[in-house]
């Protein structure tokens, strides 16, 4: 038997587990600065918006870090929505709402923030009558 093969197989088993004894450094987690910078940027949705075609009414009251929305819908009578989100997309603020109330099964907003404008912009596809239409929703000044 060759004595360099062996030595050479010898050494390697003798490295390699401390090898796998050598301590990692511990992952970094997300700063919590970009929590907070995603909850300022939500914060812009915060209001009550008033669609330009109709008067229906949504009241954001508060968005929390995840995108959730704690917000209603009025038309002209309250109605809750069984899906109220915002997303972040890059620099665009994304908005979806989706009414389950009686005449409205399934009805939803899929809106974008225009920051230029201060307004939410987008379609609102009327389940019931199989309709959609192009919707822009501008911020009440009371």
């Known amino acids: 038997m060759n004595p360099i093969p062996f030595a050479i197989v ?3 088993l003798f ?3 401390a090898l ?7 992952p970094t987690s997300v700063p ?3 929590e907070s910078a995603a909850k300022a940027a939500f914060g812009v949705l915060q209001g009550r918006w008033v669609r330009v075609q109709g008067g229906y009414v949504i009241t954001i009251n508060s968005v ?7 917000a209603s819908y009025a038309n002209p009578r309250p109605l809750p929505f069984h899906t109220a989100v915002a997303t972040s997309d890059g620099n665009s ?3 979806f709402f989706e009414l389950r109330a009686s005449g409205y099964n399934g009805s939803t907003y899929t809106l974008s923030y225009d920051a230029a404008n201060d307004r939410l912009i987008g379609v609102y596809d009327q389940v019931v ?5 192009e919707v822009v ?3 009440s000044k009371s």
């Open 32 to 34: 919590p600065a970009t």
């Open 64 to 70: 929390d870090a995840d995108g959730r929305l704690d």
């Open 137 to 139: 929703f501008v911020r």
């Open 15 to 17: 490295i390699n587990p």
């Open 10 to 12: 010898s050494l390697s």
């Open 93 to 95: 603020l994304k908005l």
């Open 129 to 133: 009558v199989k309709q959609k239409f």
């Open 20 to 26: 796998a004894l050598t301590q990692l450094p511990p």
